[in-house]
């Protein structure tokens, strides 16, 4: 996941979908590689959205991957 931090989900879903699969590149659509995305996110425990995962590259370009944990905002004593 830390190859993909800092990425936007538009490369990952333009990745996925014209490198996948390997024998037949590019078969899927547009929402079949959203959803397979959609559901690695929440397999791994990444917060929903309010709606499904977007298709478009403009609404992807908008969501930024972070794989990091954010910092804490509580004071320390």
Excluded: C
Excluded at 23 to 31: E, K, M, N, Q, Y
Excluded at 56 to 74: C, N
């Amino acid at each position: 996941m830390s190859s993909w931090n800092g990425q936007t989900l538009h490369v990952l879903h333009d990745r996925v979908r014209t490198t996948m699969p390997t024998d037949t590149p590019g078969v899927f659509s547009r929402r079949d590689v959203a959803d397979v995305i959609a559901y690695v996110l929440q397999y791994n425990r990444f917060p929903a959205g309010t709606a499904d995962l977007p298709t478009s590259d403009e609404e992807l370009k908008g969501i930024l991957f972070v794989s990091t944990k954010p910092a804490s905002t509580s004071a320390r004593p």
